[in-house]
């Protein structure tokens, strides 16, 4: 286990709705990463944030929003739901020093618009 | 798009076999990242490589870091059940996002 949780595990929303997800990083980690993966394919990079601030944006639109708070958790905002946001969604902690930024995930939020 | 091509995208084998997956990509990396991956589930981190030319065995599975460190390789010696899984390769430049692979699926019969 990475000690990486998230919630919830699963969410039913409707085109037009706004989400919430969460996720509780790894003691002592103070960086989260926030994927998307759709079925069949391998996880999309959203956003990352490195002791609260955003650090690092993928090809994602401003619907798409994150905190990160002083205990390192992290929240995930997405408004005005559509149907291709049904996906599986990650989030990995890291701790950032050195050269490398091993991430571990968590198990993930299944997210499905109709 | 993916920056990291995975291949061959699905593989089964019977128990026993060894296997081998694919990671390339025309990009250099900082470091790569290889996670196996169950149905509904987060990816699990399997190892990271950092030095071109580096090999790392864990158990049954080798990772090799081509030299260039724009491609990677697995290895799975003797393939298990339990070895069945998504196997994601990620690649780094540094601090920020991880660039995955689409994955290969291996499916492992007794």
């Known amino acids: 286990e990475t000690g990486v949780t998230q919630s919830p595990t699963h969410l039913i929303k409707t085109r037009g709705q706004q989400v919430t997800l969460r996720c509780s990083s790894q003691?002592?980690?103070?960086?989260v990463s926030w994927y998307q993966q759709a079925l069949g394919q391998g996880p999309q990079f959203i956003f990352q944030?490195?002791?609260?601030?955003?650090?690092g944006r993928g090809n994602f639109p401003p619907r798409f929003s994150g905190l990160q708070f002083p205990n390192y958790s992290s929240e995930l905002n997405v408004n005005a739901l559509e149907l291709d946001d049904s996906a599986l969604y990650l989030c990995?902690?890291?701790?950032?020093?050195?050269?490398?930024?091993?991430?571990?995930f968590g198990p993930g939020t299944r997210l499905t618009v109709l | 798009t993916q920056l990291l091509e995975q291949s061959p995208q699905f593989l089964s084998i019977q128990e026993g076999e060894n296997l081998t997956v694919y990671c390339n990509s025309s990009s250099v990396f900082s470091s790569l990242q290889w996670y196996r991956q169950e149905p509904g589930e987060g990816p699990v981190l399997l190892v990271t490589v950092v030095t071109g030319g580096e090999v790392k065995k864990l158990k049954r599975l080798t990772f090799q870091f081509g030299d260039a460190r724009k491609d990677s390789s697995l290895h799975i010696t003797a393939a298990q059940p339990g070895d069945t899984g998504l196997y994601l390769c990620a690649g780094s430049k540094g601090w920020g996002k991880l660039q995955f692979g689409a994955g290969t699926q291996v499916v492992v019969t007794p």
């Open positions: 003691s002592g980690h103070n960086t």
């Open positions: 944030y490195y002791r609260e601030e955003e650090n």
């Open positions: 990995a902690s890291s701790f950032r020093s050195g050269v490398t930024d091993t991430q571990y």
